[in-house]
């Protein structure tokens, strides 16, 4: 039955398509209004022809019974010169019409008889975005060249949207939800990563490449509250883009972009008295690339191209804490002087030692293992060729092919661990987009849209070579890495997405009807393996060079995939197929030329088109039983609902007042990671080694083949593969991401330009992500907080669902409606004549959850989500919350002068946020405090200052000094005898200035073809004080006053009573990244022609 509901969904959208219906996602503009004569009637059949000046291409409509006309499919951009014609009256014309991207641009005329008068000639003006209804910002192409950036990347510029935020590993966040929610399209092509793996969000990010090179885009158009029903695939916001594309002249640029360690700033943030402020390490970035556009046949065919090739280069330095060795109490010195020392904590021949039996005992030869220096690569190249057809004045016709190809080298050295250099790995992407895309005007009544899209997708990491990880020195001061590098033996992911989208548009009357589709097909293959050639591990570096396993907890271990279970593979990885097919229909109505109503629905279904390997054996386990949850089985296919409505309402007939806004659902992408989990972790596929008895290690081989050597070692009787003991699931009723959102917004246009925009958002989860650990239950018993005497201070305790099972890592992904978030913002702004552009804006909000999604594995996205109830998670702060956030832009262009050969451009903008939210956790110290099977995830209580006597410590000394550091803590403080909440604590506000400078110098005036050089700083206030600036980064955002010392069971309840003791928690204040906390500093040299 299932695969007859597939088929005949298929078959629908194939019908659906194939009747001339078009696309759902933003890639043009449009133009529309009303015609009527001196007295305000309407005039039917007047004709309205817009034509894109450089191009030449030429847009047509013609008014109907109620004089009103539409025009859709547009380039966006301009400028258009427009033209109104009707008998009897004279002709009217608009120059300097400038579209923005997926805004209906709103012209009305007002047309007088002709008394045989030449043409009036008007400069067009539009006080708003003519159809935006909810919250959302648009970047012109003057936007995007004049916005400081050094990285070059989009996130940059949409950042001053006011609901968006930065996260601390790159990614961008709007309205307070996970950038995996977000929604990125180039040209309607999907660009954010689908499988869920990049921090930043895009395709290219596990690289850190940009998916798009700025000097393609022409234009971005950010929504988070849009009521159009065509727009859909995310919760939190949606990146919309177009590329630029040739024109009627040949036009052109060639671009460099450079900066090293001189033009980067020193330690920043606060630093001890003894402390020195050091240079940033050696390295070069260097951007080169082009673009080019011209007519292939002039107002009829046109080429755009552009490429860019980035490297950066850094040093592998590494930087030990002090510590000792031998005995002897060892400082950081130069780091590799005269390849001597290892920063002095372990000489080089100890590292050569190393090398050298690693080699001869591990079946591995010329490794290549060095401990020297070695420069990490970042490199990329992106390239696009866009090809524009005017086949008709009718339809027009769009083709775009882009390849990203890039890599970045990833070294894991740090403070206490040295990993050999050719123990690391290479993370490289490639990624192929391909777009096309017909607008077609079918009569005066009825357009279409259609584009299909596919975007292929390759991450991997690659190794110098293929042997056993070893890991070395638990008792050294400091550890070493040799060997494969444990998570990258076998790591890589295939990800491949086609779209078909269609719109029709029906124009009636005052009603503009849109019917149409769009449909998604995912295909995925995920291989990831840890340990793929064996990992050791040893307590010494002695014990390494004389084969002497460790005794405290090391031992041997080894992954690999069941060759009897994958058909011969011994390195398989799961491949999940899904799709999504999206129908709607949608109203405008425009009763009035003050008033607009949009209503309408849209219906997703999203499907999984195969499903992973059963596992009877786990199936038929108390675990599954008890939780209903199987292995093998995926999210049945559901209708999701999607009905909105929005508005606009011009207050005053000048149209300087407008009250505009809406309420619907919208529907999201699920990370297919989260998904894909439960095809890789069946239980099935899988087999492990794990060996730790003393005896039974003395007997393994040192082998870079565990497959050959261990596995199938009949000498071995003891070593018996076992299934994974992790398991993954997914509810059968778990539907894709689904939230309710509500908008109103006010515009106002006063006197001398100056606008004002005001924006009220409300967002209410409906289907949201909820991660539970299914190996265990909740009994009936508690652990106290304080103890006996305070009994209401309590956390549930855990029990394991069946003490026997070796399935001891159990994750189900299920939903939750629990969560919402709120914001307003307001925003001044003005653009003076001159060429002073001004903007500042204020928003304020929270956003609540139960659990972000914050990891793409199961297993750490239940773990690392604090909570008193780790099962049962209390409704919170969100990770993403940042309460305030503040900008501010002034930029300046100046008129052209010195007889019109020079112009120069500045802009200075601010942001300031409110810090990174972060956790009071308790540290568990080999002590489960609840039994959930998890470290580190139970939130602390606050105890009052009495409640701190009455705590049971290891050392009654420690009591003291936990009431102190709550005195002092600004959040403790306030919450004592509470729970501490999840991410209640906050750091700092953070401040940031960046500037942008472009000196022109034209050598050809009336062209306007010049010369640019360019000067971008960011966080130029560091600049000037080391402390100003900082970007706060820490990697678990929690801190730890408390540890679990032990837990005792009282004899009479059976309720568990903690022992505490007292450790100095980190300053998170402090924890900053190093590079972006610093100020930065590139330049530029751009030819344009």
Known sequence: MKQTFKGLLLSLAAIFVAGGVASAQVTTSGMGGRIADEDGEPLAGAAVIAVHTPSGTQYSAVSNEEGRYVITGMRAGGPYSVEISYIGMADLEY?????????????????????????????????????????????????????????????????YNPQASMTMEGGISFAGTNNRYNSFQVDGAVANDAFGLSSQGYNGGQAGVSPVSLDALDAIQVVVAPFDVRQSGFTGGAINSVTKSGTNTITGSAYTYFNNQDFIGVTPGKISGDQKRSRYAQQTSQVYGFTIGAPIIKDKLFIFASAEYTRNSTPNVYTPANGSYDGVQLTEDVILKDGTNLGNVFNSAIADAVIKHYEETYGVSNTGESYSQHQVIDQSINAMLRLDWNIKDNHKFMFRYQIL???????????????????????????????AELNSRISDMVSNEFRATATIVRDKRSVPYKGAN?????????????????????????????????????????????????????RFYNVFIQAAYGSYGFNTINGFLNDEFGTDGYGYAYNYADPSVTGGKSIWGGTPRAAQFGFYAQDEWKPSTRFTLTYGLRLDIPTMLNKPTENRDFNASEIAKFNDQYVGTVPKASVLFSPRIGFRWYMDKDKKSLLRGGAGIFTGRVPFVWIENAYNNTGMEYKSVSVYDQGEMAQLPFTSNPYQD?????????????????????????????TFRLNLGYEQVFSHGWKFTFDALYSKGINNVYF????????????????????GKTATLYDYVDA?????????????????????????????????????????????????????????????????????????????????KVMAVVSYTTPKYAAGRLQTSVSLTYTGNSGR??????????????????????????????????MKWADAADAALFEDFIKGDKYLS????????????ITPFENHFDLHIAQDFYYDRKSGRKIQFVVDFMNIGNMFNSEWGVFRYFSRPYRQALIVNATNQDGTTGNMIPEYKYTEPVDLSASLNDVLSRWRCQIGLRVTF
């Open 710 to 738: 261990i596995v199938n070692n009949p000498d071995l009787d003891f070593i018996t593969p076992g299934s994974s003991n992790t398991i993954n699931t997914v509810s059968e009723n778990f539907k894709y991401p689904q």
């Open 804 to 884: 026997d099972s070796p399935y001891t890592t159990v994750v189900g992904l299920e939903n939750t409606n629990k969560g919402f978030s709120y914001s307003l913002s307001a925003q001044l702004e003005k653009s003076f004549d001159f060429g002073l552009n001004l903007m500042a804006s204020y928003t304020f909000g929270h956003s609540y959850s139960v659990n972000d999604g914050l990891s793409s594995t199961a297993m750490s996205s239940w773990q690392y989500n604090y909570a008193v109830n780790s099962n049962d998670p209390e409704l919170s702060f969100s990770s993403f919350d940042r309460p305030h």
């Open 405 to 435: 190809d890039g890599y970045s080298d990833k070294y894991g050295s740090d403070a206490s661990t040295y990993v050999f250099n050719n123990s690391s790995y290479r993370q490289s992407n490639q990624t192929h987009t391909l777009v």
């Open 95 to 159: 120059n300097g019409v400038t579209l923005a991207l997926g805004e209906t641009y709103e012209l009305d005329a007002e047309m007088k008889v002709s008394n045989e008068l030449d043409a009036v000639v008007l400069v067009a003006e539009s006080a708003f975005d003519s159809h935006k209804t909810g919250a959302g910002t648009n970047f012109t192409l003057g936007a995007i060249q004049n916005t400081p950036t050094v990285d070059r990347s989009i996130y940059d510029i949409v950042q």
């Open 772 to 791: 539970k650990n299914l190996a265990v239950k909740e009994t009936d018993n508690v652990v106290y907080a304080v103890g006996p005497d305070v009994p």
């Open 974 to 985: 306030k919450h004592r005898g509470e729970w501490s909440e999840r991410y209640g604590a």
């Open 470 to 522: 070893v890991y070395i020195g638990r008792h050294e001061p400091v550890m070493l890495n040799i060997g494969t590098d444990y998570s990258s033996g076998a790591n890589e992911v295939h990800s491949d997405v086609y779209t078909i989208s269609d719109n029709v548009s029906i124009f009636k009357g005052n009603h503009n009807i849109t019917v149409g589709t769009h449909n998604e097909f995912f």
């Open 917 to 950: 939210r972060y956790s009071y956790t308790l540290s568990d110290g080999g002590v489960d405090f609840n039994q959930d099977r998890a470290n580190y995830n139970s939130l602390m209580y606050i105890p009052t200052a009495s409640e701190v006597q009455q």
